[in-house]
C-alpha cells in the first residue's frame, strides 16, 4: 500500500494524557498536512508542512497541540492534557511538489477521551 | 465560517440513475475546487478537482461542473451504483495549499 499511512487508527485514552499520533506520508510528496474532522462535519485544516517547515497552523491548534515533521518525512501530532472536546478524528494528507492542491488523506486516527 | 456549503445533507437515488450533488461557494477567490467521497470510518478519497479557469472536467463516470457567476459547482455521478453510497464532500483553496470543507451531503443508493 502507497497510500498516507496513519497510525495508530484508534486511540482511547482518559482526559488529561497525552496522545500522539503518526503519518507516513506519499513516498516523496513534500506537503503534509493534518486535519480534524468530527461527526458530521467536513475537515477541519489543522496545521501544514512543506518539507521539514511547519508554514501554517489554524487557530484551531491551541497551545496543547504540536505537530512535527523532523526529517521531511514522517510527521507527529502530539495533544496535551487532553479534553474530551479532542474527541475526533484526526486526518493526515499529503500532496506531491508539482499537483497544485490536489491532497490524498490516510484513513485517519480517531481520538475518544473518556 | 466556512467558504462551501452544499445545497442538501441529503441525497437518494435509485440505483442505475444519475446523481447530481451542488456546491456553493461564497469567496470569489477561490481558484481551485476538489470533490471528495467519504465512506463510514475512511478518510476522504479523491474523485475530481477543477479549476477555476475551466467549467467542466469529465472523468470516470464523474463530472464536475463549474459556473463562476453564481459561484456554484456540482458533482454528477452517471449510473448511481451501491458502491457510490458515502458522504460527499466539495473543498477550495485560494491560492494557497489549505483546503477548506463544506459539511457534505450523504448519498443512499436504493436498490
Known amino acids: 500500500d502507497t497510500g498516507v499511512s496513519q497510525d495508530p487508527r484508534h486511540k482511547i485514552t482518559k482526559r488529561g494524557q497525552n496522545v500522539t499520533f503518526r503519518c507516513d506520508p506519499i513516498?516523496?510528496?513534500?506537503?503534509l498536512y493534518w486535519y480534524r474532522q468530527t461527526l458530521g462535519q467536513g475537515p477541519e485544516f489543522l496545521t501544514y508542512f512543506q518539507n521539514e517547515a511547519q508554514l501554517e497552523k489554524s487557530r484551531l491548534l491551541s497551545d496543547r497541540f504540536s505537530a512535527e515533521r523532523p526529517k521531511g518525512s514522517f510527521s507527529t501530532l502530539e495533544i496535551q492534557r487532553t479534553e474530551q472536546g479532542d474527541s475526533a478524528m484526526y486526518l493526515c494528507?499529503?500532496?506531491?511538489?508539482?499537483?497544485?492542491?490536489?491532497?490524498?488523506f490516510g484513513e485517519g486516527s480517531w481520538l475518544t477521551v473518556v | 465560517g466556512e467558504s462551501v456549503g452544499l445545497h442538501l445533507p441529503t441525497l437518494s437515488v435509485q440505483e442505475g440513475d444519475n446523481s447530481i450533488i451542488n456546491c456553493a461557494y461564497s469567496n470569489s477567490a477561490s481558484d481551485y475546487f476538489i470533490w471528495y467521497k467519504q465512506e463510514s470510518g475512511k478518510g476522504p478519497q479523491f474523485i475530481i478537482d477543477i479549476r477555476s479557469n475551466m467549467d467542466k472536467r469529465q472523468g470516470q463516470r464523474v463530472t464536475v461542473l463549474l459556473n463562476k457567476t453564481v459561484k456554484h459547482l456540482s458533482l454528477q455521478i452517471a449510473a448511481t451504483q451501491p458502491g457510490d453510497s458515502a458522504v460527499y464532500f466539495c473543498?477550495?483553496?485560494?491560492?494557497?495549499?489549505?483546503?477548506?470543507f463544506g459539511a457534505g451531503t450523504t448519498v443512499t443508493v436504493r436498490a
Open positions: 494528507a499529503s500532496s506531491p511538489r508539482y499537483s497544485g492542491n490536489t491532497i490524498y
Open positions: 513516498s516523496e510528496h513534500n506537503r
Open positions: 473543498a477550495e483553496s485560494r491560492g494557497d495549499y489549505k483546503l477548506s
